[in-house]
């Protein structure tokens, strides 16, 4: 479970998390909507304790890793994964060395061990099958598109096997069917893996189809959280945007309209 306690941060006198209080269960997919600069990637930079608050608390499984130095920290984070905005892949680095790479260079979360180069191998090619990269391992960064580009981070994610996992924008800036795969996969990973996840977006479609509950980021809190057949009713003007960017019918015409 992950609980954020009053979390406060602001940069150069603006506050961007303003008290912020959010409990995350554990084996839920939250969806954290948020419009663009309210603070969402400062928000999981905060859970992955990769940015420090100026008071508040984020608890891991009961441990405050916000008071926590390293390498104490490592231990906490080591179980947690995070798929960044821009993708993240090492560029002089090809799909299979990039996928393996928190493996080679940290034990195993579960058993604490590193693994052995087969075990590292087999690992890697299963988690480049369950995104289609099966047969593209010695393709560098730059020979794909965006969309392989964010599969091939996420199978670095998925290779290691973290327990919570943490998702910036995986669909901004994606085609929709891109989007809709991408949005399988991060379902399929969690039905996998049996974690946590954490997606923060702006994409309500994307939103809609993954989450077991909804929040609402803003003005440095969470405005709104419940269910997504709950939260989309929920009376205030920026939700009823989103609701009206989900109805199937353009312009809000209705089931047997015509288009003129
Ligand atoms: N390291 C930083 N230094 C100064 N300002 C920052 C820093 N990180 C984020 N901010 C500011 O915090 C606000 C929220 O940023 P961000 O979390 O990236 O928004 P988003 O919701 O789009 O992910 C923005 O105004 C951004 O400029
Ligand atoms: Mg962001």
Request: contains cysteine.
């Amino acid at each position: 479970m992950i609980e954020i306690k009053n979390l406060y941060k602001s940069y150069n006198g603006n506050p961007v998390l303003n008290n912020m209080n959010l409990t995350i269960n554990r084996n839920e997919i939250l969806v954290i909507l948020g419009r663009s600069g309210v603070g969402k990637s400062v928000l999981l930079k905060h859970i992955i304790g990769i940015e420090q608050p100026d008071s508040g608390s984020v608890f891991i499984n009961n441990v405050n890793i916000t008071t926590l130095k390293a390498p104490k920290i490592y231990e906490v984070v080591q179980n947690m994964g995070m798929l960044f905005q821009n993708a993240a892949l090492f560029d002089s680095m090809n799909i299979e060395q990039n996928t393996g790479f928190y493996l080679s260079h940290n034990k195993d979360p579960l058993t604490k061990k590193f693994l052995t180069k087969e075990e590292k191998k087999e690992r890697v090619v299963s988690a480049l099958k369950m995104v289609d990269l099966e047969n593209d391992l010695k393709k560098m960064p730059s020979d794909l598109s965006g969309g392989m580009k964010k599969r091939a981070a996420l199978a670095r994610m998925i290779a290691y096997r973290p327990d919570i996992l943490l998702y910036d924008e995986p669909t901004t800036g994606l085609d929709p069917i891109t989007s809709q795969h991408i949005n399988e996969l991060i379902v399929k990973i969690q039905n996998e893996l049996r974690g946590t996840s954490i997606i923060v977006t702006h994409d309500i479609h994307s939103a809609w189809f993954i989450a077991d509950r909804l929040a609402l980021h803003r003005d440095g809190r969470i405005a709104f959280i419940d269910t997504p057949n709950n939260f989309i009713e929920i009376d205030d003007p920026e939700i009823a945007y989103l609701k009206k960017s989900l109805t199937c019918y353009p312009r809000g015409r209705t089931e047997g309209e015509k288009n003129v």
